[in-house]
């Protein structure tokens, strides 16, 4: 079982583009939810996507936003990036109705 | 609303001496309560997690802590220490979804553990 995999492991862009990052779940879970961990803080919950909708949502502006596949896999994408976008992206998988929630290594994103 | 307070941003103990992260939470609900470590660029790898059954919750690496719902503490020990556990520590509440599914996890800020040889 590879566990939850993130790609790319380190993105660098400019201010004002826009990334996608991309999670595969751990085999056998259906839930996904994207955290954004800033240096030196613990990790905030961005949104979380069952049966490819968004379920919850955390206190983030609408640059965020995401998918879910008919494989579970999902993608994050954020527009118009700011200097504070800056961060290790971390990805989350579940099984809905069980709960404990297993991490990707992350994406490392640099904005200059 | 749900948070966490991690007490102490920094722990430095010799190796072969007890641990001890502190952590405080806050709930209007009976909360789910969760440590989780984070190896340097490793992925965040739950040690142990509280649901209302036992107070005393034991994890993996020899690792409990204690529910005490009196003091709304989830403090993390461990009876001694090994080079292998330096590393961050995050406290984590949480509550369960509609349907029984686990809702989004609340980190507090971190502790980073330092062992000495």
């Known amino acids: 079982d590879a566990g939850v995999t993130q790609s790319p492991t380190h993105l660098i862009k400019t201010r004002g583009q826009q990334v996608t990052l991309r999670c595969s779940p751990k085999?056998?879970?259906?839930?996904v939810s994207w955290y954004q961990q800033a240096l030196g803080q613990g990790p905030q919950f961005i949104f979380q996507y069952y049966e490819e909708e968004e379920r919850q949502r955390g206190n983030f502006p609408d640059r965020f936003s995401g998918h879910q596949f008919p494989n579970y896999s999902s993608e994050l994408n954020v527009n118009a990036l700011l200097l504070g976008d800056s961060a290790l992206y971390l990805c989350?998988?579940?099984?809905?109705?069980?709960?404990?929630?297993?991490f990707g290594p992350g994406t490392r994103l640099t904005v200059l | 609303a749900q948070s966490v307070t991690q007490l102490d941003s920094h722990v430095s103990v010799s190796e072969g001496t007890p641990v001890l992260l502190r952590c405080n939470y806050s709930?209007?609900?009976?909360?789910?309560l969760f440590w989780y470590v984070q190896h340097p660029n490793k992925g965040l790898q739950l040690l142990l997690k509280?649901?209302?059954?036992?107070?005393l919750v034991k994890g993996i690496n020899g690792f409990e802590a204690e529910f005490k719902k009196s003091e709304t503490s989830f403090h993390l020990t461990k009876p001694s220490a090994h080079m292998s556990d330096a590393a961050e520590y995050f406290c984590v509440v949480t509550l369960p979804n509609y349907g029984g599914s686990q809702g989004n996890l609340i980190f507090g800020k971190g502790t980073k553990l330092s062992v000495k040889p």
């Open positions: 509280y649901t209302s059954a036992a107070t």
């Open positions: 709930s209007s609900y009976s909360p789910s």
């Open positions: 989350a998988s579940s099984p809905h109705f069980i709960g404990e929630q297993f």
């Open positions: 085999s056998g879970h259906d839930t």
